[in-house]
Each structure stands twice: as C-alpha cells, then as structure tokens.
C-alpha cells in the first residue's frame, strides 16, 4: 500500500487525519490502513454523495472501489488475503469514510463487521479445539467470497421487538434440518437491501416444541438470491438515505452449514464478553462530527468549495461557535479514540460504562456540532448544494441504531452505575 502524496486527483489538498499516527501513537501499518480510506473518501466518494443521497440509491460503485483498495477485507487476516486491520484501526478507517459519505460508511461496517465479529472477535472467545477448528473452516469461505469475488455482507437484526435492543429472542427462526437450517422471519431497516450478496441474519435456533432462548442465537450469511428471500417496503427517510434499509421477508430459507458466521453460542457469549461490538456503528459519527466542523472552518474562511470567497471569520459570535464546535469535537474524539483503543474480551465495569458513554457522546454529539454549523454558518450554508445539511441529516440517525441507542446508552450507564451485578432494592 502506498502512503499519501498530499494531493488528490483533483489537485485539491489531502485533508489531515482525524487521528494523527503519531500523536495518537498508531503504527505505520496502520496509518497506511487509515490514509487510504481517508484518500478514497475525499478523492471519489464525498464526490458521488449528495447524489446517492439525493435518490436513496445505495453506493455500490463505492464498494467496488472498496474491493479494488483491499478495505472490502480489511478486517480479514492477512493469511486469508485481507488487510489484518484490528478493530481500532477499522474503526479509525470507518470514521474517515464517514467523513465524506456517511452511507457508505454505515453500510461499510454492516459488512465488515460480519469478517470482524467472526475474525479478531472470535478468536477471543472460548471454544474447543473441534469447534474452533470447524469455524476457522467455514469462515474461510466467507473471506474467500469477500477477497476474491467482492461478495458484500449486511447484517439485518432488527424486528421492531424488544430483540434488537437485547432484550428478548429473535423472533426469526432457524429449524434444523439435513446440511444446515430452514430459516423463517422478517427483518426491518436491513440496510444494503437488494444490494447485498448475504445477508448476516440473527436469529433463534429452535427444533420441534422447544423454548426460544437469546443463548440459542445464530448468525447466518443468508444468499440474498436464495429461493424464499424478498425484499420489501420502499425507503424515502430523513437521513443515511444511501444506505437503503428495507424490509426483508424469509420464507422456508434453507441455508447449509456453512453459513453460519459463528458457531452455535458464540454469538450469545460475545454479546455478554464482548460488549465493544455494539460500538461499530458509532465511527460514521465521528466522520460526520469531523466533516461538520470542517465544513465550517472553511465556510467561515470563504474556502468551501462551491461557495463565494466571501469570509465570516471576523465576527466574534462565530468564532465563539467554532470554538465550541472544537471544543465539543475534540471531548467526543478524545472519549471515543480510549473506547475504541480499549475494546475487549472481559472489558472492566468502567470500560463497559466507558464505552456507553463514547457511543452516547458521539451519536448526540455529531448531531450537536451539525446543527451549531448550520446556525453559524447561515443560509445558504444549508443549500442542497452543499454537504452541510446532508450531514445535519445523516447525524441525526445515530441515536436511532440499536442495541446502543441513545436514550438505551442513559438507561444503562444510569443502571449500572448504581447497581452491581444481582443487586436490587427488594
Ligand atoms: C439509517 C438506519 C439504518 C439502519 N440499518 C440497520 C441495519 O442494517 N440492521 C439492523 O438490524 N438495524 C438497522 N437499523 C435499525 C436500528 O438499529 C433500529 O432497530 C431502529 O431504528 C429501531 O426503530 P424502531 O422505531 O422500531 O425502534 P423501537 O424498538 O420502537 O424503539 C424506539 C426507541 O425506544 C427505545 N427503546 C427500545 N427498546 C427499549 C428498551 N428495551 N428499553 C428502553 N428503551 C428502549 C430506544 O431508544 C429506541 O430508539 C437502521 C436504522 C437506521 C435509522
């Protein structure tokens, strides 16, 4: 991988990391991960944005260019042909992307998510040798689709029940059956509808007459061609537009074993050991909470492109915004940048409240610095010509993403704060 020269195609200058390698003490490997998302995002992908946004069409010539980069496999280890990225340096990555495309930047991480959680995640967990031995086989297969083919995953977890905030079973079920399951349900928001190759469904393992149980959750990679899949519903919503999350229907879906993403319990153990995997989905946050105030720095300067080089730095009220803007970015960065860096099996009680509290901070917080934009910017900031009131737009979803929405963040860091574990009032 080559490092940066400075320049994009167009001449216009590289803008500068989120995370400087070295003050943030990354590696040069990683740094190199990183600066060719952030590359692609401002060359090509911040391009294509405002209309992938403006027709709710998913980004798939951005994932095409995700495959030819090696960032389609990032998180797949290097012997299997990936980039061997652990899940900081993803992370680092996915807010980069974010920053220039907030659709493909969620998206993004529905799909890798599906090589990490069964990748670096897995590996911290416990299975025996035969189970371990089986699932380094079948994972294989998903990475080799990935690597060689550009085959993209999604994850459809939500039911619009209590089971993707954790609370109860999935309500879609997997039958066993000879070679594999019978899978029936209904999935809502499953964004990369219609585009994605497999879909990475949760669901409940139950044979004849048994009790649905979340330790019998299953992750399979559902083929999206497979008979009894469909896609339904359109998608016309406020925000993260591109990202196409319709509804998805499964109808007697028979799936072989080699589908399964993770082996029997090892989903239920990492969503009690591993408690980190629910904040993937905050670095399209930082990205956007970066691009917001970049766009303003600029804006007030006179240099956004696609505006006059009128400047409205002078004005103390607005510098008192910037400053606040900063101010709130750098918090929310600094928090979030511990949490990613401290992502663990078995993570200590502060790190789990910890890390609550960064998805809290980024999800309400990109939200705050879009909209403080937009008031110190003024009107004609918030023209669709611009990409400031898109990113107004996207922010505003990322209190919505279950399991870790915002209001669930408050409901547990109050919670388990307060309590230890079997304790109550009774
Ligand atoms: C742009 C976008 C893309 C998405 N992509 C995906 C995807 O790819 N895959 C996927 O699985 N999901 C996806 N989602 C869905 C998302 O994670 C949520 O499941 C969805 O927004 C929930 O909507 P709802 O109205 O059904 O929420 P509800 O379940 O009705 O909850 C509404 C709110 O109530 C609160 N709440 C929920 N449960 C509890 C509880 N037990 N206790 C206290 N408060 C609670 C939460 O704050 C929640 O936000 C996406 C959502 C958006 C907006």
């Known amino acids: ?90 992370a680092i990555a996915a807010a980069e992307i974010g920053r220039y495309c907030g659709a493909t930047a969620l998206t993004w991480n529905m799909h890798v998510c599906s090589t990490l959680w069964s990748g670096p995640l897995a590996d911290d967990l416990d299975m025996d040798s035969a189970v371990r031995a089986e699932h380094e086989r079948r994972r294989a297969v998903h990475y080799r689709r990935i690597v060689t083919d550009g085959a993209i995953y999604s994850q459809p977890f939500s039911e619009g029940g209590a089971a993707a905030a954790g609370g109860v079973a999935f309500g879609t079920e ?18 990369l509808s219609g585009h994605a190759d497999y879909y990475g469904v949760l669901c409940t393992e139950i044979s004849e007459g048994e009790k649905a149980s979340r330790r019998n959750t299953l992750y399979l990679a559902l083929p999206a061609k497979a008979d009894g ?49 629910f904040l993937t989905l905050s670095p399209t946050y930082v990205g956007l909470a970066q691009a917001a105030y970049d766009f303003t720095v600029r804006y007030l300067r006179g240099e956004a492109p696609g505006t006059p080089p009128v400047k409205r730095r002078m004005y103390p009220t ?32 502060e790190q789990v409240l910890r890390a609550y509290a960064a998805q809290y901070s980024v999800m309400e917080g990109a939200n705050e610095i879009a909209t403080l934009a937009i008031r110190t910017c003024g009107g004609q900031a918030m023209l669709k010509s611009l990409p400031l009131e898109r990113i107004y737009r996207d922010s505003r979803c990322g209190s919505l993403m279950l399991p870790w929405t915002a209001e669930l963040c408050l409901d547990r860091i109050g919670r388990e704060a307060l309590y230890e574990t079997g304790e109550s009032d009774d």
């Open 1 to 90: 991988m080559t490092a940066p020269t400075g320049k994009i195609a167009s001449g216009q200058a590289l803008d500068p990391p989120m995370f400087d390698p070295s003050a943030f003490r990354l590696t040069g490997e990683q740094a190199a991960i990183i600066s060719t998302a952030r590359e692609l995002g401002q060359s090509v992908f911040a391009g294509r944005a405002a209309a992938y946004d403006r027709d709710a069409k998913f980004p798939i010539e951005n994932y095409r260019d995700l495959h030819q980069s090696g960032l389609l496999g990032i998180a797949i280890p290097k012997k299997h042909g990936g980039l061997g990225a652990d899940y900081q340096t993803y």
């Open 174 to 191: 997997a039958k066993p059956t000879k070679g594999g399951w019978i899978v029936n349900g209904k999935k809502i928001f499953a964004s």
């Open 318 to 349: 607005k510098q008192i915004a910037v400053a606040q803007m900063q101010i709130k970015l750098e918090q929310l960065k600094a928090l979030w940048f511990q949490a990613i860096t401290e992502a663990r099996a078995n993570p200590t009680k």
């Open 229 to 277: 899949v469909t896609v339904v519903g359109d998608w016309d919503p406020l925000g993260m537009r591109g990202t196409v999350s319709r509804t998805l229907l499964f109808k007697d879906v028979f799936v072989p074993d080699d589908a399964a993403l993770m082996p029997r319990g090892v989903y239920f153990q990492a969503a009690m050991r591993w408690p980190h995997m």
